[in-house]
Each structure stands twice: as C-alpha cells, then as structure tokens.
C-alpha cells in the first residue's frame, strides 16, 4: 500500500526515523559509552553491555493503541527496510538510517498451532514458533540484520572501514554472520571459529558456502568463545557473538512479532526458549520489557527458559530459591542433541541475572522459570511434535520438553497458551533424527528410541522379477510392466491396501 493511502493520523509515523540517542550501559559499573565505536564490554570495567535508548521516554508519549495501529500498518508496507525486524525500528535500532539497513529475509517467521491430537497430549494449548525459516535458517539472523546493519551505518558514516567480522559458533551463530557478511560484500570478510565435529555438516556447510575463514578448533564451544573474545580484544575485528549487544537488539524483534501476531494480548502467554548462550533469553525478556513500558502490551507474558542435564549452568544457577545465595558455577558440558546450546560458560548470563531480576520485578510477580530436561525428552518431545506436521529442530523439541517440565513443575497452567521456540530448522540436525532411527547414539547422550517414534525407508527390489530399471537405463515394454506391477504390489501388501471393486 502507498504512504497516502494509509489514515492520515498515522501517515507522519509510519516511516520511522533515526531520532533515538543510543549508548552503551555497563551492567558492571553502569557506565555510559558512545556507539561511534564498537564495543563488547565495557573499557572501565571489562563487563558485558546493553543497549539504551535515551530518549526511550519519546516512545511513551504515544499511546498503546497508536503503537499497535502504527504496527499494524506497516505490516502493509513494500520498503524492504521495514520488512524485517525494523518494523520495530524504535525499539531495534533507533539511530540506523532505513538506507543502511540490511534486510535479507528475516523475522515474521510462522507461528503454527499444534494440532488437536499434539496439544491433547500436551495437555496445553501451544504454538510452535518456526525460527528455523529465517534465511540462515535459524533466530541469528534477526541479531545479525541487525548487528550488520549498524556496522553498514558506521561504514556509510565513514567511522570505520574493511571491516572483518568474527565469532565463535556451535553452528547456527557462524551460519548467519557468514551469510550477512557475505552480502555486505567487499565491505566486510568473515571469519568464523567452530568447535572441531562439534557442529552437524549442514552448519559446516554454511559459512563454507557463504565465503567465510573457517577455522575448527580443539574442545567446546566455550573454547572457541575464549579464542574469539581473546582476537577481539588483540586486534581490529568486529565480534559478532550476542556479546555484542548490537545481536541483542535484533533477537528482540522476536517477542515484538509475538506480541503483534497475539493482538498483544499477552496476560494468559508463556514463552519458551531454549538457553543456550544466553543472547536469547535476554533479548526475549528485553523485548518484551520495551513493549511494556511503551503501553504496546498491558502484561508480561511468562517466560520459561530451558537447558538439557547435560548443559544447565543457568538452571543449576537459578535452582537456589534465595536471590542473595545464588552463585554462578560455569560447568564443563557433556553431548548434547541440542547442540547449539551446549554451552557451559554463557556470555551473557550478567544480563540474565540483571533482566531476570527487573522482569519479575516490573510484572510484581514471579514471571519468569526455568526448566530441565533430558536428552531423552528432548528427542521424543521433537519426533511427537515433528510426526504432527511440525519442522522442529532439537532444540524446539528441547522446547516443548520444557514445557512439559514447567506444567509438572507447576509453573505453567493448562489452561495458558505457550508459544514454543523451534530455533533452527529440522534439517540442519537431521543427523540426530538418523541416530535415534538406527539406535546410534553413543552412550554419552544417554538416549534410546522409543519403537514407536522410530521410521526407517524400507527398500522394495522383489524377488519375482529379475530386471530393474537404473539411472540411464530405463526399462520397457514389458519389463517395465512387470516391474510396475511387482513394485505396487509388494507396497499395497506392506500397507495393506484393498483392492477397489
Ligand atoms: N548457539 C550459538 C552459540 C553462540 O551464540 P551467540 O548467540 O552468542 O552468537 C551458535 O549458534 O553458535
């Protein structure tokens, strides 16, 4: 639709425009430092930062119902700057000209209810969030639009130039930041660092078809993260890990298209989402956050954050009821199917603990939970929800264990309504599927099939007849009858079929 076209109270402020003030906060030493710069941690103290908006305040002065009519409208927009995360440019990245953002896709990924027979065993009424349809095929790319997006700006602005980006990846991370930086080809090269056999060769593929450096390195994702903090630190290169709180931004845009897609109804909601290094959990509470405070959603909606046994500092953390006993223990993690999460030593577990505390707070309730789960759930929760129409990857069945978790726990009602994360596609960990098929799994996941969630392909080459058709060499004539007729007949009799009359 045309810009005239739209009500004229909203035309003025259907394009946004770059008039927020951005700094970096400490979460350390509460510190305020320009954007001119990218920055990781903070200078004075070494601690991890978020992003304000100074003039935050601006936003309140529209009403709640401006701000969802004002949403709404630009659903119906054709500028590819706000086609993606940036229909919430206010809240993603007030200072980034439409010009140098960098839109390849992202966002607005599916939401779609479990069917009947899924939520009946569920118990709950829940939706899968298809995160795995961004281009990358995985949640990064919302925080790589936009983290990319702001580098563009500094590039177009002439702060910096030949810039050269990197992270450290158990997959999904390294996937998007190629793909981005690829686009913003010759402007920006990209290296990535990967956990050597510790991501599924789809992922490898990725980064290796986008153009980036790949470097496999000894040990765990914690490991490469080390590397890549260490690289950061020493020489002139851009960190594009959710370290970077630029990542953080862009991974609000999802709680943002979940608050819209629910009419921003989000008393009786629960999200759920898999922790992995921390960047989404953050961005989630954030989010949603932001949209409360601006009058856009009248309620907090729960949040429930999930680890497997095998990779749970943040549960173990947040185990201890009292808020002055907790402690942080990063821990060395074991196997994982959720590979992508399998993180002892989350970097952004400082704005956790910060965001965790202001959520509950603001809500004046205890809002958000957290759930464990094993292995095994993880992977019969993903094969049930996948044998109903869903595309779930591990960690989406690592999900909607957790919910399971929060319902028994008694954190989650039935009669709530769950939004569920499936972070990456299905295909990218088609390797776990094939294990849990052959019964493959080495004894570290601690995982065994259920009979009745396990498919294999059958091979039908009957007996009754001797020739077969190959590639080049088709069959015919009779032959070819014959073949047909053996075919469908040992098919019909495997499944049974009747005969039409
Ligand atoms: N699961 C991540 C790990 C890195 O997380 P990030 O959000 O800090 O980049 C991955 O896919 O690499």
């Not at 990245?93 to 009947?116: D, K, Q, R, W």
């Not at 009419?263 to 949209?291: C, E, H, Q, R, W």
């Not at 869903?390 to 069945?397: E, L």
Request: charged share 25%; hydrophobic share 40%.
């Amino acid at each position: 639709m045309k810009l005239d076209q739209f009500p004229e109270a909203i035309r003025p402020r259907l394009i946004p425009k770059p008039d927020g003030e951005m700094i970096y906060r400490c979460l350390g030493c509460r510190k305020e430092h320009g954007i001119e710069t990218l920055l990781y941690t903070c200078p004075d103290c070494g601690s991890v930062l978020l992003l304000h908006d100074r003039r935050f305040e601006r936003l309140k002065a529209i009403d709640g119902g401006t701000w969802r009519k004002i949403l709404d409208y630009r659903r119906m927009l054709k500028d590819p700057a706000v086609k993606g995360i940036y229909r919430y440019h206010e809240f993603i990245g007030p200072v980034i000209p439409l010009s140098s953002v960098v839109y390849l896709g992202e966002g607005h990924t599916p939401v779609v209810e479990a069917n009947a027979h899924l939520q009946a065993k569920a118990g709950i009424r829940f939706f899968y969030k298809n995160d795995g349809q961004n281009p990358s095929a995985s949640f990064k790319d919302r925080g790589m639009a936009s983290a990319l997006s702001y580098i563009n700006f500094l590039i177009q602005e002439g702060h910096v130039d030949e810039v050269l980006s990197i992270c450290a990846s158990t997959g999904d991370t390294s996937a998007a930041a190629a793909l981005y930086a690829a686009y913003l080809k010759p402007k920006i090269k990209s290296a990535v660092l990967l956990p050597h056999k510790k991501v599924t060769p789809q992922q490898l593929s990725q980064p290796l078809g986008s153009g980036a450096d790949v470097f496999e390195i000894p040990g765990v994702f914690d490991d490469c993260m080390k590397v890549v903090e260490a690289l950061s630190e020493r020489y002139n290169v851009a960190l594009l890990n959710s370290k970077n709180a630029w990542r953080i931004l862009g991974q609000e845009s999802y709680s943002y298209e979940i608050a819209q897609d629910f009419d921003y109804a989000m008393a009786d909601k629960v999200v759920v989402v898999p922790i992995g290094n921390a960047g989404n959990i953050t961005a989630v509470m954030s989010g949603f956050l932001k949209f409360f405070e601006a009058g856009i959603i009248d309620a907090l909606p729960k949040i429930v954050g999930v680890q497997s046994v095998h990779a749970n500092p943040v549960y173990r953390y947040y185990r201890q009821p009292e808020d002055g006993q907790r402690k942080f223990v990063p821990m060395t993690v074991k196997p994982s199917v959720a590979q992508a999460a399998m993180i002892g030593n989350p970097v952004s577990m400082p704005r956790v603990i910060h965001l965790v505390e202001r959520y509950n707070r603001v809500a004046g309730d205890l809002r958000v939970f957290f759930a464990e789960v094993t292995e095994q759930d993880i992977m019969d929760w993903q094969l049930t929800a996948n044998r109903n129409g869903h595309i779930a990857c591990t960690h989406g069945g690592e999900s909607l264990a957790g919910l399971m978790k929060a319902m028994q726990n008694g954190d989650v009602d039935s009669k709530e309504t769950a939004i569920v994360d499936s972070t990456a596609h299905a295909l990218k960990f088609a390797g776990f599927q094939d294990m849990y098929f052959q019964d493959s799994f080495p004894d570290g996941y601690a995982v065994r099939p259920n009979p009745d969630l396990v498919n294999r392909p059958r091979y039908v080459r009957p007996e009754s007849i001797e020739k077969f058709p190959e590639a080049g060499r088709p069959l015919e004539g009779e032959a070819f009858d014959r073949f047909v007729d053996a075919v469908s007949g040992q098919i019909a009799e495997s499944l049974d079929l009747k005969k039409k009359v």
